[in-house]
């Protein structure tokens, strides 16, 4: 079985800030990707960004960054230059090959103007 | 393009009722899926389907039902509604491969008095 876990229930940025969102995970699969969305109040749930485990090359999107470090099955987001705008819940998530998408139990992200 | 369509928005029921959750894609997606979020629970697989014809259970499926008649559809019925099952519900769809991002509805609200 697969597992997410994200420790930190709610964190809190100041605008223009930087924050880093953590999450660890664990899987028996080689091939697996990993993912943060993006919750805001209005419900919908929004693809942030997304890591394939094979590419040591963390991925970017703008002001959302990713530490992926495989060897210690971490998968952390970084937002830079923090916006009211990201106040929201972000999930981590994990799919492999062989396995359905397993999400954290999400941490609430406010960002403070 | 509507993407994933989920109604209603919301819903109250009484103990021992029964609904259906409709979920609509227009991608032709083939993976569709369910799941609840519970505060501190993030999003939980219900049930699943892997094409027209085809359904599986996820993490929590009891007290939930699927039917996968055409690629476009897959309603949830929860036959006899307890108050346990008072979360918000999501359907989504994904494209072919197993890393690509779900497609999320706008989720619905369930509440069971």
């Known amino acids: 079985a697969q597992t997410v876990t994200q420790s930190q229930p709610e964190m809190s940025v100041q605008e223009a800030e930087t924050v880093t969102l953590s999450c660890t995970y664990d899987?028996?699969?080689?091939?697996?990707?990993l993912f943060w969305y993006k919750q805001p109040p209005s419900r919908q749930m929004i693809l942030v960004i997304r890591?394939?485990?094979?590419?040591?090359q963390n991925a970017t999107e703008n002001r959302f960054s990713v530490n992926f470090q495989k060897a210690a099955k971490s998968f952390s987001l970084k937002i830079s230059d923090s916006q009211l705008g990201d106040t929201a819940m972000y999930f981590c998530a994990l799919t492999g090959a062989n396995s359905k998408l397993t999400f954290g139990k999400g941490i609430t992200l406010s960002v403070r103007p | 393009n509507a993407g994933v369509t989920q109604t209603p928005k919301f819903q109250v029921l009484k103990t021992g009722q029964s609904m259906t959750l409709q979920c609509a894609q227009d991608m032709n997606h083939e993976y569709m899926s369910w799941y609840r979020q519970d505060p501190g629970m993030g999003l939980r697989l219900i049930h699943y389907s892997v094409g027209a014809g085809i359904t599986d259970q996820g993490e929590v499926p009891n007290g939930y039902n699927v039917s996968r008649s055409t690629t476009e559809d897959f309603p949830l019925r929860l036959l006899s509604a307890a108050p346990s099952q008072t979360s918000v519900y999501f359907c989504a769809s994904q494209g072919e491969t197993y890393n690509s991002p779900l497609h999320f509805g706008n989720g619905t609200r369930l509440t069971v008095t």
């Open positions: 899987t028996s699969e080689n091939n697996y990707y």
């Open positions: 890591q394939e485990a094979y590419k040591q």
